[in-house]
């Protein structure tokens, strides 16, 4: 069972290392698809490397069966899947976060910035555009006779957002 968790992490650190170089080297057209199909190929991966190296399943209570065996791929494969996932988070902090560019335009400005200035570089009209762009993107709207109707997909996640404004009090509003 702890071999599986060694195996996932394995991968998802050799996974970070490749994203991280291969976006050094040249930066995809389409960056959340890379990062995904990376993601998709390190999980194959960890597939292979777990089902390719035997291994004693020592800490399991079921024994060393084909049961305990899949409990522990499954076991595996999850950990993998949450770490991307917080990963994920990480990644559209760094590219959509408006508060962390605004602190890398003031360090990239010697630590300081005119409020003008600042806001000429987040003109909220661009942003909402390219969030527009984005739900666009992701399927979650439809854009017909210039006006935005939500999709299946867009209309559950807009229930789930609701459903969470609520519970967190964040309702109305933001």
């Known amino acids: 069972m702890i071999e599986s968790y ?7 650190f050799i996974f970070l290392i490749s994203h991280a170089l291969f976006f050094y080297v040249r930066k995809p057209k389409e960056p ?6 990376l993601a998709k190929l390190f999980f194959l991966a960890y597939t292979i490397l777990f089902f390719g190296i035997p291994f004693p399943n ?18 595996g494969a999850i950990l993998y899947i949450f770490l991307f996932f917080s990963y994920a988070q990480v990644y559209f902090l760094f590219d959509r976060g408006i508060s962390a560019r605004i602190l890398v335009e003031l360090l990239d400005a010697g630590g300081a910035m005119k409020h003008e200035e600042l806001r000429k570089r987040y003109d909220p009209f661009v942003l909402q555009d390219r969030r527009f762009a984005d739900m666009l993107y992701g399927g979650h709207i439809k854009e017909h006779n210039g ?5 299946a997909k867009g209309r559950l996640l ?17």
């Open 58 to 75: 020592w800490f399991s209570l079921v024994g060393d069966s084909t049961a305990a065996r899949i409990a522990a791929y499954i076991n």
């Open 158 to 174: 807009a229930k789930v957002f609701r459903w969470g404004k609520k519970i967190l009090h964040f309702y109305p509003g933001g």
């Open 6 to 12: 060694l195996y996932s992490g394995i991968a998802f």
């Open 147 to 151: 006006e935005y109707i939500l999709s």
């Open 32 to 37: 959340w698809k890379a990062v995904l199909r």
